[in-house]
């Protein structure tokens, strides 16, 4: 029996149609992975599952008596506790039994009723059964893999970064041990070493696993069928992500060609009827018109809206651009040891590191926003500096993307507003819905489409593939590699910055945490 059974899925918002009549189903064992271009309803498709949103029709039947685990990184996190606290409530069954146990035998030592003593030893056995006594081993082996010990397993819940915080969700859901867990995103929030031991971790979790990533490399890795989201179907392969997206296109090129074939049987038919109609041949023209009547047509392959992407470039005759001497960054203690670099004309560079290492803190200290706590960054006078900042923060999200960018940009005509969100990939339903309705990928698109509109010579970019689809990425790689200024680039995917990066700065060794 299937783990899950869909059948007969539909779902939309507005004129969105995300699915119609889809259906598939998660067998033992089977580790899925959720792929579709930014807006296909991935995300949906799991709040769908997870019983967060209804939809339109279809059934969504889990095996009974199935524990499944969710990672909602946006979840409530009770702020007083520390993140040891908060990990071991993922074995509060257990740790209620402990009580129970100690309660028990202070009745005895009440009452002297043996009763009691039989209860207790029961209970202490299934805690044996369950390996209670080893759970902070089991605890401290996913800390250690995830880099909360980085963090400090002592600190409070409610001191921790979103992304901080994230990691301690997908810690607890790891450590739970479900019949299936459910990931969005789970590479989002950490660096390669700890993406290396979730791939460890996830090839050895027998139980059933469904996973949304735009980390392609990831998938393929973790993944042994792929569900694909594409214009309101869902297809499941079987295979790999790689072996996935070959049948994907066999599939496409196989439609492509008997839908070329047909359109030449109907057009040689309709030529026949059209010249045969009255004549002769008038009964032949009638078969053929009746033949068409029933053929059934094969409609040509859907295109994916594809992104592209251009900086504007303003040349400069500096050599020198910029210089970071001994800069000591921090809120109110230092987080890295002093950090000096130079970059010269049309240099690039990648900053990496764990998740909290300081990244973000040092690119925000270079750009001014937060005072260093020593030491100083300085821009030559003619650098013009076009800044991607990884959250999806708005003003209002209830503005659509043409009011966002007609507030930022007042003198824009909204022709070329909606021919830049175009290229972006959002197309003009989606130009003109609420911020807070799109994908995080489509507002990430849409930072990317205002940027565009900047002049600079210099781009700081901090992790701008978080929510972005593969096409997508594809295209902003090869906007950054054509962008004749600098950049500092922020990135824990590998693939994304691998072939064509050779300067980096490893932040997590600079660490003083």
Known sequence: ??????????????????????????????????????????????????????????????????????????????????????????????????????????????????????????????????????????????????????????????????????KVILAKLLLENDDVIILDEPTNNLDTAHIEWLVEFLQGFDGGAIIISHDYEFLEQVTNTIADIAFGKITKYRGSFQQAMRQKAEKREQQLRSFEKQQVVIAKAEKFISKNKAGTKSKQARSREKMLQKMEIVDAPDEELHASFDFPYVPMQSQEVLQVKHLTVGYTHALLSPVSFAMTHGQKLLLKGFNGAGKSTLIKSILGKITPLNGESKFAPAVKVNYFNQDLDWDDDKMTPLEVMADAFPKLEPRMARQRLGAAGINAANAQKAMHLLSGGEQTKVKLAMMELIPSNFLIMDEPTNHLDEDTKQALKKALIRFEGNLILVSHEGEFFRDWLPWEIDVAALSLK
């Open 1 to 166: 029996m299937a783990l899950l059974e869909v059948s007969g899925l539909s779902m939309s918002f507005a004129d969105k149609q995300l699915y119609d009549d889809a259906e598939f189903q998660l067998n033992k064992h089977e580790h899925m992975g959720i792929v579709g271009q930014n807006g296909a309803g991935k995300s949906t498709l799991i709040k769908i599952l997870t019983g967060q949103t209804l939809p339109v029709a279809g059934m969504i039947n889990w095996q009974k008596n199935l524990k499944v685990g969710y990672l909602d990184q946006y979840a409530e996190v009770p702020a007083d506790m520390t993140m040891y606290q908060f990990l071991q409530t993922a074995f509060q069954e257990l740790f209620d039994k402990e009580a129970q146990i100690n309660d028990l035998y202070a009745q005895y030592g009440e009452t002297a009723d043996d009763e009691l003593l039989v209860k207790a030893g029961q209970l202490q056995e299934q805690l044996e059964a369950a390996n209670f006594y080893e759970l902070d081993t089991k605890i401290d082996k996913v800390v250690t893999g995830l880099g909360l010990n980085a963090i400090g397993v002592d600190h409070l819940t409610g001191e921790m970064s979103g992304g901080q915080r994230s």
